[in-house]
């Protein structure tokens, strides 16, 4: 039996606002996790995994979930998983009534804030090396600009999906009023109060 979960899944990668996603959609009334499901270590990225493993639908633990704001992990080889990376088309087809938003930031700045929350980019390459083969500066911004078009491209050839990108940067909460009510709210929260962050 296939679960089909209608839910609003962010498909971005950490530091591209996911925490002010999971304020906005908090203060919206969803039920919405980000990282962890309750407490650690329900870690999202681990629940996914397990489920990959016993061969399960990959969201069968978020039945009853409205948003999933951020799904990866990353602190160490063996608590790595980055499902919206690797497994994104496998989350579709499961739940094709679902929306999904990649929200995106300039891959340049998205580069210097993972150095700037504890080497990020180079957990990302010691705990999930199979993920990025050029391990350098110029081959991470290569990388996030490659799986910002695969997933548009993906999504472009589905004509009936539910998907919106999303750039952190430029883009209006009202750009999501395409699927989702954000009611009288019209700017992201801005939840990670560092500028440099």
């Known amino acids: ?4 979960i209608i839910m609003i899944i962010l498909l971005g990668l950490p530091k591209t606002a996911t925490c002010s996603f999971q304020s906005l959609f908090k203060s919206l009334g969803y039920d919405s996790y980000h990282w962890v499901k309750d407490w650690a270590p329900d870690y999202i990225g681990m629940m996914i995994y397990k489920n990959k493993q ?13 948003v999933i704001t951020q799904m990866d992990i990353c602190l160490s080889k063996e ?3 980055w499902p ?35 080497n990020y980019d180079e957990r990302l390459y010691n705990y999930s090396p199979e993920i990025i083969a050029n391990k350098t500066d110029k081959g991470f911004i290569e990388f996030v600009q490659k799986f910002y078009d695969d997933i548009e491209d993906f999504f472009s050839k589905h004509p009936t999906s539910k998907f919106i990108t999303y750039d952190i940067e430029k883009d209006n909460v009202n750009k999501l009023n395409k699927y989702i009510d954000t009611k009288d709210i019209t700017e992201l929260p801005h939840e990670n109060k560092n500028p440099i962050l």
């Open 1 to 4: 039996y296939k679960y089909i």
């Open 54 to 66: 016993n061969n399960l639908p990959l969201l069968n633990d978020f039945c009853d979930t409205d």
């Open 79 to 81: 608590l790595s998983y």
């Open 84 to 118: 919206q990376i690797v497994d994104y088309k496998q989350i579709y087809e499961e739940n094709p009534d679902s929306i999904f938003i990649l929200n995106k930031r300039d891959p340049k700045k998205l580069l210097d804030s993972f150095k700037r929350w504890e």
